[in-house]
């Protein structure tokens, strides 16, 4: 990445916009990040809440989250249209995980909220967005099925936080103890 824009430390301080995603795979990407960040939480936490607190819970988290999935299918849209800046020179090894990671992503934040929808319809709780518009499902009422997209749900949060702190674990690499300008294709 040798268009990296330098201080007189020889740090890097920047890229230029050519050298950057593109703008809206950048805003997604930000918006995406806040949003899991308090959806997440949020979905742990519910267990532990007072019964008469719970249902404004499950609304937020499953609103928010709702809206994860459609901001997912858009960022799917435009990666694949505008791809992706280059990678920074770095070894093979670091430049497959952090692809793998970043396809990893894209799966488990298209499927969580799929798995998190088909499971609250089949415990007999359709969602209504902000408890506004009625979302239709393509399944019912169902124990069993419930059971069994709960899991996946369940499953699918613990495998984002650890592809959260492999892509965290990037983000040091690069900003913090290499002081490349890998960050900077996302600002
Ligand atoms: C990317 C979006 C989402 C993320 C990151 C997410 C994350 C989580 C997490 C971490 C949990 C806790 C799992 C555990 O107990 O170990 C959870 C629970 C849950 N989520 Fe989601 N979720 C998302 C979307 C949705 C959607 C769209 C719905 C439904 C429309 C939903 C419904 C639920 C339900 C019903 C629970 C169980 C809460 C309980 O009773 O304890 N989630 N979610």
Known sequence: MDQAIYNKNGIAEGLPQEARYAPTARVFHWIVAVM?????????????????SKPIFYLLHESFGFLILWIMLARVAVRLVRGAPAHPPMPEWQRRLADTVHVLLYVALIAMPIFGF???NAFGFPLSLF???PIPSPVGKNDALAGIFMTVHV????TILVLFLLHMAGVLQHHVLKRDATLYRMT
């Open 118 to 120: 088909l499971a609250t």
């Open 131 to 133: 408890g506004l518009i």
């Open 155 to 158: 499953t699918l949060g613990y």
């Open 36 to 52: 899991v960040l308090v959806v997440w939480p949020f979905g742990m936490v519910i267990k532990f809440i007072a019964e008469d």
